[in-house]
């Protein structure tokens, strides 16, 4: 009798399914919360929402699932990175993970992080890192004890948060890959500055009506591959994808009518995400095998759709006559490098989710900096801003001129979301390589891209990466695809190729 | 100690709101399933709904609930007609209804009227009676099972399912009170073919422009009191008002650029019942005091703003100024009085829910006839088109051209819904009871329309009904609010009046 076909093994993964079931109303719920909940409803949705997750943590860290678990192990034959092996892999990761974790402590995470997330809504509206300080101090004690309570074995006590996003991964294998990054990224901006070339910024600021907006990004989610049928694209202050589960994955973008790459590039991001949801096997649901393999990968498929294809020139060999129907009278007279010089301005400036192609890593790595030593002890929250500043002008050459456009930009720490950060650049890396192995297997992408061919690509991730959910772990993925290991080179040599074209000193 | 000091008060309905806050969250994926949902999530949709009822129903028929029950009970001292008496009683019929219902039923009933409903969309579709004949079969013999299951004392199985939508009614009580109306509606019906006076028609169906009626539809909803800030307006085929809880109420309505009547009278017929959900008390949700009365009394809520109020002449002496401007092309150069005999032309027609406030009743008592010996047996369900054809010439003077506008026309008993079309009828009579107390006590309510006051009706029936939540049985409130018990009078004379006046026979 083999694993999947043991009494066990249907037990257990009736039970995760079961588990993941109500994780998704939760998902539903939560997009919600972000689109259409009227704002009296806010108090009965908090209640909502921790009474599922609740009910889910009960049901992760049922007893019965240890015992299933053990069971599996001992009887063995479960095969070497096979999908079933995968899914009790995982299984046993989230289960550990989820036991080791004092209820008390989820308890109070939970309440502090709601609670600190409408202090930081205010502190950041007033420019007052003050106000915000006591109530990081107590996001970073309990995140210090997450990790405690987790374990790290012989790394560091990051590492135990960084694995809640990106199974596997270390802060000593990000820190190699990053160091040499900023370097070459810093020199590169350095190079940008100094060219004489300055696009013309006011191509995409001018008046770009938002229904028409709304239509041409939807047109493009759905050219790339975005299936409507099994999904929507809503609008929310804060974009987001929501794989809810088979068949329903919601996008979300917001739009300005004076800044286009806004909505648009939101929308291709959001839907390269989407895609991987829709590109996971249903049958699956619930387990390893119909879960995405880390947050890392996720965000190489939403920045390759966004970047990598969104940002070329070629996707707008295609879609720039499309977008001059779309928008008669702005982009009249307007030439197709033009636009594509206009869309890709490099330029420093403080807002992380704002930034360009290049800038965006060093946004990711100043936060990285600060949060290794905010985990270990070394640095006091309440230096936070001065140490921020320093590192920005350091990283950047500009130094914030108030803390909501410097250390309070972000949601993430006060949502107790320490760890999360690398994933952002990780996934460039994966994005560069995932797609240079695409294109050495597909051939001219480029020329596809131009003719508005979109499926090849789709379809070869859909095979190599969604498909096969969380069967291995990230840098297992990679390698399994790509044949290499986590390097930063393929995206600094993407980077200073293309914008030493736009710049002109390649 | 009192009741509700009492531990076992206490441990019940600390249950009871959790089981409704698990309720709640059901409410939002229904609403979503209706409005929002992919067509590929349906599936999922369906698991996670069935999922959430099991949950509810396990929560419901808990034996812990049984036994804190007959505590408290035993216990005494909970007071005559208070609210902690309402909130006991209430709990024990839920209870004990659940509690009667085998799993082995309920689990059948699920089944049978999911796969039933999409049947019946492909009969109707294709005008086929023989198609469903089958389903209705099984869906009728599982509501007798039900009845039987339930117990109705003396009285008939139809109670047993009568009750369940409104507590406490039973089939003699309808028909005592039915019999009556249905003359004086024939009556009037023969009265109004006979008038010479045709009001002009062409003015409904001209193109009133979509975006201009939701704006004109959603201040008109705001202008009768309903919160947009605890609540919402959306689109669905079919439309409903949900409260999902405190603070989150949703309506939906549709549009059809060619009938004017539709989506505004929807809008504020849905936004009656908003009314009431936003009138319950925020802190007694999950119990009886803040729930909501019975059906009827819900129906008599939105019956009111949209007939009593909404097709008044007064409502569009405020409201025709502000409608010529949202549509000024269709609406110029016609009168306050040829508009407001449009929306108040009386015909027989086919579809319920597009019947005018007259012949309206006779669609819903001719289902009350025909669901009555369904369910004693004495009405074999391959009768039914014949039977409905009969009574549709007798009640209304038409015969169907097919089943599609006859019998297969509404969804109710395809999803299991036998015994909730009386509640409409009673909703309307309730209706015309309470206004004409709410008038009595107010005064001119005529002339407060006319100067676009809502208020004064709206504080008025927050007080006497809404805020009441289910204290008492639907008959027992009517006598609280009216002093009058159940009749068909004040409707009856309310229509002859109205009528009379506009086809000049009065």
Known sequence: MSAPESPAYTELFDHLKHTALLGSCAHLLGWDEQTYLPSQGAELRADQMAMLAGMVHERTTSPRVGELLSQLEADGGLGDETPVSANVREARRTYERATRLPQKLV???????????????????????????????????????????????????????????EP?????????????????????????????????RSIITRAYPVDAQRAFGRQAAEAIGFDFSAGRLDEAAHPFCSGIGPGDCRLTTRYDEHY?????????????HGLYEQGLNRDDFGTAMGHSASLGIHESQS?????????????????????????????????LDEFYRAINIVEPSFIRVEADEVTYNLHVMLRFELEQPLISG????????????????????????????????????????????????????????????????????????????????RDWLRTNIHQRGHQYQADRLLEVVTGETLSHKPLTDHLKHKFGQLYGFE
Not at 172 to 186: D, G, I, K
Not at 187 to 197: F, P
Not at 315 to 335: K, M, S
Not at 398 to 427: E, K, M
């Open 378 to 457: 070394d640095l006091p929250v309440a230096d936070v801003p001065v140490i921020w500043n320093e590192t920005f002008e350091k990283f950047l050459g500009l130094t914030p001129t108030d803390d909501a456009v410097g250390c309070l930009q972000d949601v993430h720490w006060s949502a107790g979301l320490i760890g999360y950060f690398p994933t952002y650049s990780l996934g460039n890396m994966y994005a560069a390589q995932f797609f240079n192995a695409a294109q050495e297997e597909l051939g001219d992408l480029d020329e596809q891209f131009a003719r508005g061919e979109f499926a090849p690509l």
């Open 303 to 335: 920045r390759m759709w966004e970047n990598s294809v969104g940002r070329s020139r070629e996707f707008w060999q295609h879609f720039f006559a499309p977008a001059q129907r779309a928008f008669p009278t702005v982009l009249d007279g307007v030439t």
């Open 107 to 165: 308890e109070e995470l939970s309440r502090v992080t709601t609670l600190s997330q409408q202090v930081w809504i205010e502190a950041r509206h007033q420019k007052d890192f003050a106000q915000f300080l006591p109530w990081l101090e107590k996001v970073v004690a309990l995140k210090r004890e997450e990790a405690t309570a987790v374990g790290y074995g012989d790394g560091s006590p990051y590492d135990a948060l960084l694995d809640d996003y």
């Open 168 to 200: 596997g991964m270390t802060a000593a294998t990000v820190q190699e890959a990053f160091t040499p990054l900023r370097n070459e990224l810093v020199q590169l901006v350095q190079q940008i500055a100094g060219s004489s070339r300055k696009p013309d």
């Open 260 to 272: 286009f790459p806004q909505a648009l590039f939101g929308t291709l991001h959001e839907a390269g």
